[in-house]
């Protein structure tokens, strides 16, 4: 049973830096897809970060490029979010997710919740004021 862990999460300070990661078991997670989306209190799941199988392309909300850098280690089955310049508004739960799709399909779906086969537990983010 495929098995995304996410960990990392935590209360910071607003400038602050925090990094979130993946664990993905039971997946061959270097021909996945990969992306990390957010769901804040009343509001829907939204993109944040996406990144190819080998690694050499990434995608990212307008809202976080430039602060945010999604990475990943195929030799340990994990995805990484390095989150700098924390604001208020990052503050939600954050998922990490794993799709299987060709580099044309993904190119043009990365930020679609719902092209998104595997999701993890979620964890918490709060930046404070």
């Known amino acids: 049973q495929v098995q995304l862990v996410e960990s990392g999460g935590g209360l910071v300070q607003a400038g602050g830096s925090l990094r979130l990661s993946c664990a993905a078991s039971?997946?061959?997670?270097?021909?996945?897809?990969m992306g990390w989306f957010r769901q804040a209190p009343g509001k829907e799941r939204e993109f944040v970060a996406a990144i190819t199988p080998s690694g050499s392309i990434t995608y990212y909300a307008d809202s976080v490029k430039g602060r945010f850098t999604i990475s990943r280690d195929n030799a340990k089955n994990t995805l990484n979010l390095q989150m700098n310049s924390l604001k208020p508004d990052d503050t939600a739960v954050y998922y990490c997710a794993a799709t299987y799709k060709n580099a044309l399909s993904y190119s043009r779906t990365y930020y679609a919740t719902n092209e998104y086969n595997y999701w993890g537990q979620g964890t918490q983010v709060t930046v404070s004021s």
């Open positions: 039971e997946l061959t997670f270097r021909v996945y897809s």
